[in-house]
């Protein structure tokens, strides 16, 4: 059974790109002539007319020509803000050749497995992006568990499947292994829509697929991305692994009102409870404690315009995630925070919201 495309609408006449959904961006901002005031001197009135000199007489200035700088000054405007912000909040899909390749330093001991995307390991590219799976390594004792971050910046569930990176997860996945997944950054959009670059999944958790067609004309069958997820869960499961899906980590904008990533924290949740994998809602986790924090001292946890975190930001997340393993019941990483990870107190939702766990919170000792 196929399911029908998103359809997102069409491009308005007066911007670029619709980039729509969760994880998306705001888009791109459309430019009415208004904003460009009317010019004095030799240069002619931007919105037609005649144009006139500081003497008052007409300028040679045709009607045809007003419109071609119209033209000409939009496209230099469009190119000037579209490089600002794509600057300022970019989710590019990273040269996988310049990511080294983690592996375990003792392969006698369990391994947590960290999959993901750019919120999860950036290398402090760009102005100083830091995923929180770069910060996590001390909370736990490295003489008795290896972490190793198999994240890369601008994947989808979707295009970490299609790559082989997933393979190469479970190749490296031994009985006894914890391996813990965070997507939704890159997974929502329009299939088939250039801005994408390929990396939407279908909507929901079940089979249903479309196929895509890539811009050098090869086809894709694309799943949701319950489809997905559920694939890793089900592969590392039969490699003896225990799997720890959460939900992303929220942009800057979108944690004081509502929350961020409902859809995506909901499929998460369905597919661990669906295919015996623990979940916690790292979304609210981190929420919460935006919300103790407040805006302006948020707004420090980020280097671009709301999806990437700082240094700071970076290890923020990291101890959160710590305090959502801790709500798990039981913990499969119990017995391996170092002291700094003992310090973390597990999270613990606040009565009467929405549930953030599928686990209920581990009883103190």
Known sequence: MK?????????????????????????????????????????????????????????????????KLIAALAIIFLFIAGSVFAAEDERPVVDASKVAVEKANNTALPTFHIVGDSTVRSGGTGVGLWGWGERITPFFDTNKLNVVNHAIGGRSARTFYNEGRWQKVVDATKPGDIIIIQFGHNDQGRIGDPAMKGRADGKGIGDETVEDTKPDGTKELVHTFGWYMA???????????????????????????????????????????????????????????????????????????????????????????????????????????????????????????????????????
Request: proline fraction near 8%.
């Open 3 to 67: 399911f029908m495309e998103n359809s997102g609408g069409g491009v308005p006449a007066n911007s670029l790109s619709p980039r729509k959904g969760e994880g998306q961006g705001e888009g791109w901002t459309s430019i009415p002539t208004h904003v460009y005031a009317r010019a004095q001197g030799t240069f002619p009135p931007l919105l037609g007319g005649e144009g006139r000199g500081e003497d008052g007489r007409p300028t040679n200035f045709s009607s045809a020509h007003h419109h």
């Open 231 to 365: 694939t890793f869960v089900k592969d590392a499961k039969a490699k003896g692994a225990t799997v720890i899906l959460c939900s992303p980590i929220p942009h800057k904008q979108r944690w004081e009102t509502g929350r961020d990533f409902t859809t995506i924290a909901d499929w998460d949740q369905q597919v661990a409870k669906n295919n015996g994998a623990l979940y916690f809602d790292l979304t609210l986790v981190i929420t919460g404690v935006y919300k103790k924090d407040g805006a302006e001292k948020v707004a420090t946890y980020f280097a671009d315009k709301g999806t990437h975190t700082t240094d700071t930001g970076a290890r923020l997340n990291a101890a959160c995630v710590i305090a959502g393993l801790k709500s798990l019941n039981p913990d499969p990483l119990a017995n391996f925070f170092s002291e700094q990870g003992k310090a973390v107190e597990p999270y613990s939702p606040a009565p009467a919201t929405e549930p953030a766990s599928t686990n209920a919170p581990a009883a103190k000792p």
